[in-house]
């Protein structure tokens, strides 16, 4: 089984062990026995109608370390997640050979960063952080694989919208004439093309148009990039073509 995440495994105690087969041991005491019991139905459910082995154990002083493996007999078709705080991360993944082959380690990477932080772990608690997580990877089991985590984080949005207006900056200042008689400089355009689009494009757009099918945050990130072009031209031809004009007439 190979591993995308490593989880702190180094020990071995199978008398921590339940004596009953589960795909949950909450050592840690993060669920409810009601969140438990449905979190055991779910996964148990998954993996009668996919075959996908889902697995979570949650640890803090305790834990059962490498006995798990021969617990659950892991394999490349299977995921074990592991909480615990005591990394500064809550999420530490150990993913089977099978499923890189749909979710690569970037994905992996991701999931962690984004439902393991501190910050939304404090929101919505180290329950909330578990739970969603494995929703993301059922989801992308369901779609045959994700090569990024689905869904859009405000933060992250907030990131796109703010390389969208950046990229119109530049368009903006790259436009303004200088020379009269013309209305746009192409030619500036264009050789800062590179640039405006990796910042529109790449960081503005992709992020969102793969994650999520939801337009408002794409409407958002155009007008944002509309409107740092019209108020880039405005402004150097305002200050810079002004200053130009009156170099000039000295």
């Known amino acids: 089984m190979g591993s995308g995440v490593a989880p702190a495994l180094a020990s071995d105690n199978p008398e921590l062990l339940p004596d009953h087969p589960t795909p949950v041991i909450d050592l840690a005491r993060a669920f409810t026995d009601s969140q438990r019991t449905e979190l055991e139905q779910e996964l148990s459910d998954v993996e009668a109608n996919s075959g996908w082995k889902l697995r979570v154990l949650t ?19 299977s995921l074990l997640l592991v909480a615990d705080p005591r990394g500064g991360n809550l999420l530490n993944f150990n993913v089977g050979d099978a499923l890189f082959a749909l979710m690569p380690r970037t994905y992996w990477v ?3 960063t984004r439902f393991g932080n501190q910050y939304y772990v ?5 329950d909330g952080a578990i739970v969603d997580a494995l929703a993301a990877v059922e989801l992308c089991l369901d779609r045959g694989g994700c090569q990024v985590v689905p869904g859009l984080p405000q933060e992250q949005w907030v990131l796109t919208l703010i390389t969208s207006i950046l990229g119109g900056l530049i368009v903006g200042f790259a436009a303004y004439p200088r020379k009269p008689g013309r209305t746009v400089e192409w030619t500036w355009v264009l050789l800062l093309s590179p640039l ?26 155009a007008l944002g990039f509309s409107g ?8 150097a031809q305002k200050i810079v073509g002004r200053s130009r004009m009156s170099g000039d007439e000295t």
């Open 59 to 77: 640890q803090y002083e305790r834990t059962p370390g490498l006995a798990v493996k021969d617990f659950w007999q892991l394999d490349e078709r």
């Open 110 to 112: 991701e999931l962690q």
């Open 122 to 126: 404090r929101d919505h608690g180290e």
């Open 196 to 221: 405006w689009i990796i910042l529109f494009g790449v960081f503005g757009v992709a992020p969102i148009v793969t994650r999520t099918s939801d337009l408002l945050p794409l409407a958002r990130n």
């Open 228 to 235: 740092g072009i019209l108020s880039a031209y405005l402004l």
